[in-house]
């Protein structure tokens, strides 16, 4: 990819994306409106936030540099996560066609806040504020109709919780959820409350869920035995 600074145009090659290549594009528009004078204060910070990432300080936007904004940005694209209403028909396509031919982008999606700043770069902040908002109590709806269809009248389970310990129910309570929390935080990437989640390596699932469960066990029975030999 080719980018013209003077008339803000890019030139594709033969083995172009141009998914890929226009957000090099939005970011070099970043970087000439920042640098121009005239940027506004939520420009200027956005602006620090990609000079971090990329590691430059105020000079041109190298091919290396390049090269891992067109990662970050396909890798934002196939998360699937629109920044508005408007984008999220685009954005539900892009996340489809990635994952049919077989894209990951885990090994290069970019920080919760360099995303931020590619939000901000497609949609205002109203636009963002009101999809957040709109997702999140989306979310809320989905989980409480699962818990409606949990049975009600059922308290067999109960009855045999309750015949436990209150040092077990809590131990058996914490374990469940913090099985769930595994499971949610290891199914996929997720966004609550403006407060982008990465999803954990699927690959350590078992030990995500056992080794602090195990660790929880083994000192409370440690306490047990300390507090007991000290009587």
């Not at 890019?10 to 640098?35: E, Y």
């Not at 629109?82 to 990951?104: C, I, T, V, W």
């Amino acid at each position: 990819m080719a980018f013209d600074k003077d008339t803000n145009t890019i030139t594709l090659g033969g083995n172009s994306d141009f998914l890929v290549d226009s957000g090099v594009f939005f970011i070099h528009i970043l970087r000439k409106t920042a640098l121009g004078g005239d940027a506004s204060a939520g420009q200027l910070e956005d602006w620090q936030v990609i000079e971090k990432w990329l590691d430059c300080r105020g000079g041109n936007i190298t091919p290396v540099e390049e090269e891992k904004i067109g990662k970050g940005w396909k890798a934002y694209l196939a998360i699937g996560l629109a920044p508005s209403f408007k984008l999220q028909e685009a954005f539900d396509f892009y996340e489809k066609q990635y994952k049919e031919s077989g894209y990951s982008f885990k090994e290069v999606k970019p920080p919760t806040e360099v995303m931020d700043v590619f939000d901000r770069l497609l949609a205002t902040d109203n636009e963002i504020t009101t999809k957040k908002n709109h997702d999140w109590a989306e979310e809320k709806k989905k989980f409480e109709a699962v818990l409606n269809k949990l049975p009600k009248k059922n308290f067999t389970f109960k009855q045999r919780i309750s015949s436990l310990s209150k040092n077990s129910r809590i131990f058996i309570a914490a374990s469940l959820a913090w099985f769930v929390w595994v499971v949610f935080r290891t199914a996929d990437d997720w966004e609550i409350l403006g407060i982008y989640l990465n999803d954990w390596d699927e690959d350590m699932f078992f030990a995500n869920v056992i080794l602090p469960i195990l660790t929880v066990w083994l000192a409370f029975k440690t306490y047990k035995w300390v507090a007991g030999a000290s009587k």
